[in-house]
Nanobody, 123 residues
Framework: QVQLVESGGGLVQPEGSLRLSCAAS????????VGWFRQAPGKDREFVAA????????YYADSVKGRFTISKTNAKNTVLLQMNSLKADDTAVYYC????????????????WGQGTQVTVSS
């Protein structure tokens, strides 16, 4: 069993930055691929980024490439999502999730989910 807790969301102006954190309890992220997804009101949950268990591989949605960076802490028990140059379209609830099997780009491939943290980009 893995419990995931997201933090770091909030209100930010366009072109601003936020850093989201995903902390794990029950086990570390040392052997787990972790992903970030987001869901805006009235829309499906969509893939944002993922990082492999050993941090050797990262994956990004086209919409965030060059603006968002996913990383793991040295202890590998926290996954970070640095978000720069934020746009209004980035407004959503952001979720981190622990991958189970299948494509890292698909929500159904993830077995454990956090409760989410709200990110609002507005002037």
């Amino acid at each position: 069993q893995v419990q995931l807790v997201e933090s770091g969301g909030g209100l930010v102006q366009p072109e601003g930055s936020l850093r989201l954190s995903c902390a794990a309890s029950g086990r570390t992220f040392g052997t787990v691929t972790v992903g970030w997804f987001r869901q805006a009101p009235g829309k499906d949950r969509e893939f944002v980024a993922a990082i492999s268990w050993n941090a050797d591989n990262t994956y990004y949605a086209d919409s965030v490439k060059g603006r968002f960076t996913i990383s793991k802490t040295n202890a590998k028990n926290t996954v970070l999502l640095q978000m720069n140059s934020l746009k209004a379209d980035d407004t959503a609830v952001y979720y981190c999730a622990a991958w189970s099997r299948g494509s890292v780009y698909i929500a159904d491939s993830y077995a454990y989910w956090g409760q989410g943290t709200q990110v609002t980009v507005s002037s």
